[in-house]
T-cell receptor
Framework: KQEVTQIPAALSVPEGENLVLNCSFT??????LQWFRQDPGKGLTSLLL?????REQTSGRLNASLDKSSGRSTLYIAASQPGDSATYLC??????????FGTGTRLQVFP | DVKVTQSSRYLVKRTGEKVFLECVQD?????MFWYRQDPGLGLRLIYF???????EKGDIPEGYSVSREKKERFSLILESASTNQTSMYLC?????????????FGPGTRLTVL
């Protein structure tokens, strides 16, 4: 059974720091991995989608990498800002269209 | 931009009531999903649908049913609401296919069952 773990569960950093969020999964047979952002009380916003054949994807200050063989993905946020404060979720997809989610990393960036 | 809308942001219902949660997407996506999100448990899939009138059970279908009469609309039904169904409910949609299909989420409905 696929399990997805995110470490750390919570992170608090000063503005301007570069930071890394981690996601690990137990079964490497995935089709893709998706990173989401969720603001308190809101829905999920898709940030990046990495196909199983890809190593990384970039969008602005965000860079996500995927190492399928070791069951890991990282989300790198450059020059963090208070507006980046949110919960970040990763999710993996196997042979159907179902996503399996991690429990998230709650990020706070303070001025 | 893909838009997924949910009929209510907040709902308060009483135990035993029949509850309908509506989701509409405007991108002609084949797939639609209903999740619930609870602290410490993350997002769990309740039901999903690949096409009109088709439905598949997710990981926690007990106490729920769904309806997909039109491609753009996917309804979640709580036949007899119970307090343990108090949760945040999230709807999502995606294109059919094994790859390149991001899931796009609605804003969520926070349901409280008293």
């Amino acid at each position: 059974k696929q399990e997805v773990t995110q470490i750390p569960a919570a992170l608090s950093v000063p503005e301007g720091e570069n930071l890394v969020l981690n996601c690990s999964f137990t079964d490497s047979a995935i089709y893709n991995l998706q990173w989401f952002r969720q603001d308190p009380g809101k829905g999920l916003t898709s940030l990046l989608l990495i196909q199983s054949s890809q190593r990384e994807q970039t969008s602005g200050r965000l860079n996500a990498s995927l190492d399928k063989s070791s069951g890991r993905s990282t989300l790198y946020i450059a020059a963090s800002q208070p507006g980046d404060s949110a919960t970040y979720l990763c999710a993996v997809r196997k042979s159907t269209d179902k996503l399996i989610f991690g429990t998230g990393t709650r990020l706070q960036v303070f001025p | 931009d893909v838009k997924v809308t949910q009929s209510s942001r907040y709902l308060v219902k009483r135990t035993g009531e029949k509850v309908f949660l509506e989701c509409v997407q405007d991108m002609d996506h084949e797939n639609m999903f209903w999740y619930r999100q609870d602290p410490g448990l993350g997002l769990r899939l309740i039901y999903f649908s690949y096409d009109v009138k088709m439905k598949e059970k997710g990981d926690i279908p007990e106490g729920y049913s769904v309806s997909r009469e039109k491609k753009e609309r996917f309804s979640l039904i709580l036949e007899s609401a119970s307090t343990n169904q108090t949760s945040m409910y999230l709807c999502a949609s995606s294109n059919l296919g094994l790859a390149f299909n991001e899931q796009f989420f609605g804003p969520g409905t926070r349901l409280t069952v008293l």
